[in-house]
């Protein structure tokens, strides 16, 4: 397991004063990056083996929102691979040490000169040591798109949503589909499943499913093809 300490920032708030989702992913996100470098298998290890984890699928559950100079432990471990698949787990805990956000996320090894999933090196396996997994409700990795969605205006996609790997990076989908949430909408869970890699002037598409409690946004190509499909489900009153 690997854990770091933060206090919530002026910057990480949404318009409600409570750290964003898009603030939530991205702690998480460096919370790994951090554990891998930590091991010896970050970035530059990745990169001398032409290797890259790419996201696939997220789940965040929040029971309760920090808010402005909150402090905060953010912590990750693995638990559990499967050939090419590495399964991860996230929380986030407040002063008094309660976890009041968990998250599970899937991510897919791949090889960068073969264009294929690769399996994970003998250093990455000794590395990366399986903890039990995080007690939560565990939701398919499927978002299943029901009914007519309605189409959004397009737009194109722009050097400030590439990562290093000079794909869109995977917290930037989840800013997009924010977009289009309703005013009061707040969020208990999130899903995002990663289907294909948008790049640098790529169009996107989106294209907007509305429920009751939860609305759906498929971010997809010209051809309708989603690039990644993010779901909101609004917090339990």
Not at 40 to 47: A, R
Not at 135 to 163: A, C, N, W
Not at 165 to 194: K, S, T
Not at 212 to 217: A, F, M, P, R
């Amino acid at each position: 397991m690997y854990t770091f300490q933060s206090k919530v920032r002026y910057s990480e708030l949404d318009p409600e004063r409570k750290l964003s989702i898009a603030s939530i992913v991205d702690y998480f996100q460096d919370c790994s990056t951090f554990h891998s470098e930590k091991l010896g298998v970050g970035i530059d290890y990745l990169e001398e083996h032409s290797l890259v984890w790419v996201m696939s699928y997220w789940q965040i559950v929040i029971d309760r929102y920090p808010k402005l100079c909150d402090n905060i432990t953010i912590g990750t471990y693995p638990y559990e691979f499967r050939g090419f698949m590495g399964f991860r787990n996230f929380f986030m805990e407040d002063d008094n040490g309660e976890r009041i956000i968990r998250a599970n996320s899937i991510w897919s090894l791949m090889d960068l000169k073969a264009g294929r999933p690769a399996r994970p090196t003998e250093e990455m396996v000794k590395a990366y040591v399986p903890e039990p997994k995080l007690p939560m409700d565990y939701e398919p990795r499927k978002i299943s798109l029901e009914g007519e969605g309605r189409k959004m205006p397009s737009f194109t996609v722009g050097k400030q949503h590439l990562d290093s790997n000079y794909h869109v990076n995977n917290g930037q989908y989840i800013y997009m589909a924010q977009d289009y949430l309703p005013e009061g909408f707040a969020i208990g869970q999130m899903r995002a499943e990663y289907r294909k890699s948008a790049l640098l002037h790529d169009c996107i598409v989106p294209e907007v499913f509305e429920q009751e409690d939860t609305l759906k946004v498929s971010l997809c190509d010209g051809t309708g093809q989603p690039y990644a499909v993010v779901e909101f489900r609004k917090q339990k009153q």
